[in-house]
């Protein structure tokens, strides 16, 4: 006998899981939470929450810690990855926890996308900041037409097929060509790779930095 639903349960609160579960499958298919610690971890799944949420709906870390918390939660993710209740000041120290793995990070990325006689995609660009406090924040070249504010400068390595395997924060003031050396340092001494095709527009690979960077380079 079919009898309703409603006559014999009460719905007192139901979450968004879908999107979760889709997120969360691919993070796990790609072995990101692998990359980012061979181990589970109360920090690794801070981590990895705070990806999916930049995919999911992208706030502040005191507006994810809300999203978690099971009384204010928005949808699943605090309880599929068991970060339920974290504070803000824990997500800060997870991202802090992950910045001092970033070597290791960027060296399984390589070992896996990378190898000799390989594509390397590089390009530098800017962000600007509205605080002062940031000790890499200077005046520069801004992309953003913020000639007022400071800024920082990112270089981003990437494999051929556009993955992301390395990143490089400098200060404001750092010329796009000046990068390059230390980006070669890291193919090169880090990663092992002696011989890569460098691929970057005629800003970054300018016929003095190749003099001065690749040539004569075994």
């Known amino acids: 006998t079919l009898v309703s639903t409603e006559e014999h ?3 007192e609160r139901s979450l968004p899981h879908g999107a979760v579960a889709a997120v969360v499958g691919v993070i796990k298919k790609l072995g990101l939470d692998h990359v980012i610690a061979s181990r589970r971890s109360p920090e ?25 918390d099971p009384e204010t ?22 991202m802090d926890w992950l910045g001092k793995r970033k070597e290791r990070i960027e ?43 400071l800024q920082i400068v990112v270089g981003l390595l990437c494999a051929a097929d556009g993955c992301p395997v ?8 750092t010329a796009d060509p000046t990068t390059l050396a230390t980006q070669i340092f890291k193919v090169r001494e880090r990663w092992g790779l002696k011989h890569v095709v460098w691929v970057a527009d005629r ?8 003099e001065a960077e690749l040539r004569g380079v075994e």
């Open 9 to 11: 349960f009460d719905i």
């Open 44 to 68: 690794r799944e801070r981590v990895l929450a705070l990806v999916a949420a930049r995919v999911l709906d992208p706030t502040s870390r005191l507006g994810l810690a809300r999203m978690l």
């Open 73 to 94: 939660a928005t949808s699943t993710l605090g309880a599929v990855l068991e970060v339920e209740g974290v504070s803000a000041d824990q997500l800060y120290a997870a």
């Open 107 to 149: 060296a399984k990325l390589a070992a896996r996308h990378l190898g000799e006689g390989t594509l390397l995609l590089y390009d530098v660009t800017s962000t600007y900041f509205e605080g002062r406090t940031c000790p890499l924040a200077a005046l520069g070249h801004n992309r953003d037409q913020k000639k007022d504010r």
């Open 166 to 173: 390395g990143v490089e924060v400098y200060p404001g003031n």
């Open 203 to 210: 800003g970054l690979l300018t016929e003095a930095r190749i």
